[in-house]
């Protein structure tokens, strides 16, 4: 009997400019699985909940390959929730790939590759599923992977302030076992303005890399695809 192949479900896969992280400005592939089991308040990535398109991972690897960008982006949707990403991201690195993905810490994180350069969520209050966070993530962190902070309001902006300091986030950074620790606003009028947000950093030399969503500076926020 001929064993079925892996497949995934994908809602897109387009090349763009890296749009968060420390790889901003980086040319990148991604590839964006559909499904996601939180609904966070702001989340611009609502058309990736439901159906998407069934693809088996030697096709998605052949449309990767044929945009022949080196850094691949692996997003959601909640990546993680699905257990052919794993798959997914040993098969990219084994063909060379620098591999990033993109999770919202929900998932167990231990089983990826340590090859992968990890970008975690830490879901603050204003998200309205900070009960989602899976704290034994941290634990898995390395010196290439990142954690990241969407702020809604100044209580998201303390509790972030609070998470570093008590789960001394700064000390990682300086043993080399975390790359970064990333804020940014929610985007638009839903979130902070983004000079208060830079004021408050900088009033509490909060050891974080501001950030605002490249992509959507360039192209608009509705604009999918990019």
Partial sequence: MNMPKPFLRITEIFHSIQGESTWTGVPCTFVRLTGCPLRCSWCDTTYSFHGGERMEVEAILERVE?????????TGGEPLAHRNAFLLADRLLDGGFTVLVETSGSEDIAPLDPRVHIIMDLKCPGSGEVGRNRWENLDHLTG???????????????WARAVIRERRLADRLEEGTLRALLISPVWG???PDPEELAGWILEDHL??????QLHKHIWGAE???V
Wanted: hydrophobic share 35%; with cysteine.
């Fill in 66 to 74: 044929a945009l022949g960008c080196p850094v691949v982006e692996i």
């Fill in 223 to 225: 604009r999918k695809g």
């Fill in 189 to 191: 009028e839903a979130g």
């Fill in 144 to 158: 290439t992977d990142e954690v990241k902070f969407v702020v809604k309001d100044r209580t998201d902006y303390e």
């Fill in 207 to 212: 050891p974080v890399r501001f950030q605002m």
